[in-house]
């Protein structure tokens, strides 16, 4: 983790500031590193900032009430990126976000998708309110170990917690952003969220399935990679040491 965090640090010391957003769970150690910006959180922020959570953990689901939390206290940046630990890049990562910096698109992820596509991906009914429907057919998911979303993203989502709509980030961000207006758009893959000339650029898409299981691909929920693959300039998802 502290070897990701130095590597992006690196790579965007004069164009962006570089912030670990670090969990706080019992039995798990401080962070201990000199010249890292941290910002910790805990289980708390499930009901500090009075949003209707999926659960009592953050996932699955609730992953994004950390960054919200960060956002509310540090409202200065047009764009945040959040980046999970055992995402790898197999390129130069400045020249990686530098790919996007001309686009003004309010959300961009990985595998963007209509219900239609994946109707029986087992999440689409996470998104509700007590009040409204937004029905399926409408709703969009995304995949998010790593995305880039805008201040007025944020801030749209910060009202909408608010006013208790609840339900997976995966299904809830991508629908309410798009149903609200705002832009979105995938790093690459197929579909029609792809910008031109990014189509299976910055990672290789997974075979299309109607369960929306990501099983193949370079940005995939399972099986686990050991390191970053031979493919270059290419994300990989789960990068982790100790393979299950």
């Known amino acids: 983790m502290i070897q990701k965090y130095r590597e992006i640090f690196e790579a965007t010391r004069d164009i962006g500031d570089t912030v670990l957003l670090y969990h706080l769970d019992k039995g798990k150690p401080g962070v201990n590193a000199s010249g890292l910006d941290a910002f910790t959180f805990t289980d708390e922020v499930l009901s500090s900032l009075n949003y209707f959570p999926l659960g009592f953990t953050l996932v699955p689901g ?40 001309s686009l003004d698109t309010d959300f961009i992820s990985s595998h963007i998708r209509r219900y239609k596509e994946e109707p029986e991906w087992p999440w689409w009914p996470a998104l509700a309110h007590p009040y409204t429907v937004i029905p399926l057919e409408q709703r969009i998911r995304s995949f998010n170990p790593i995305y880039r979303i805008s201040r007025q993203a944020l801030e749209l989502l ?14 809830l961000i991508p629908t309410l952003l798009y149903e609200s207006g705002l832009s979105i758009h995938d790093f690459g893959g197929k579909g029609e969220f792809v910008p031109e000339g990014f189509e299976n650029r910055f990672y290789m898409d997974n075979s299309p399935n109607h369960r929306g299981i990501l099983s193949d691909g370079t940005m995939r929920w399972r099986p686990v990679f050991a390191e970053a693959g031979r493919l270059k300039n290419k994300l990989y998802h789960p990068v982790k040491l100790t393979v299950d």
């Open 62 to 101: 609730s992953n994004h009430f950390p960054l919200l939390n960060f956002y509310l206290s540090h409202p200065q940046y047009d764009y945040y990126w959040c980046i999970e630990d055992d995402v790898a890049f197999s390129g130069d990562w400045r020249a990686f976000f530098e790919a996007f910096s």
């Open 158 to 171: 910060h009202k909408v917690l608010l006013s208790k709509w609840c339900g997976h980030h995966e299904v």
